[in-house]
């Protein structure tokens, strides 16, 4: 269950049941008796506290810890060693692609070893560990990054945007959209979806779809007003 629950108005948001996102280290240390935990949910989520009965328990119980995104160069060192997964882009869990990005490393360095030019001249027969890897890297580094900067807007989008009745009106549209063509993908979905999408394509792609959206929804007051028709084949073309 992962449930997106956020309090614009004061910055803070709860992203699923368990989890609680807040600015700093320091907003957690005002949060060190039953009653400023109490009066802080009952401020910031009113509505999710009665579905917490055992909230300041859990509170207590749970540990603190820290989010944070890694964007590393280079993934290896003159071939004898390589990083993979969060050792080379850990992402914070807001798109929830981190173990994706894992295995897609996996996937992309195996389809490098089973390629023809992996292998050395004979007599040795051995890997070409230094091309392999660089090679691993540069195929993967433009797409992590482009996750790693999805997954941190998305946590913004989350806090920030969902009160925005233009973007509340653009979800609508998008939701619409996705109904209607088969071929229409939100970037969340061409994310989450579309595996033979990299990661920038999506970024970029979803980008310019939600700045169109954005725009159009900002001129009316209605998602019936919009001719999706036509919204349709301006975003085929982009």
Known sequence: LFLAHSSPKHQVAAVSASDVVLPSQSSFEQLTTESAVVEFFHREFPDAVPLMPTLVEDFFANPTGSLGTVKCWPWNVAGRSLLLGDAAHALVPFYGQGMNCAFEDVRVLDSLLSEPGALMDAPSSAFDWQSVYTEYGQLGKINTDAIADMAEENFYEMRDATADPVFQRKRELETKLE???????SKYSMVTFRE???????KEKGNAQDRFLMEICSTVDNVSEVDIESVIERIRRI
């Open 196 to 202: 033979d999408l990299p990661y920038s394509l999506a």
């Open 179 to 185: 109904q209607t063509y088969p071929d229409y993908f």
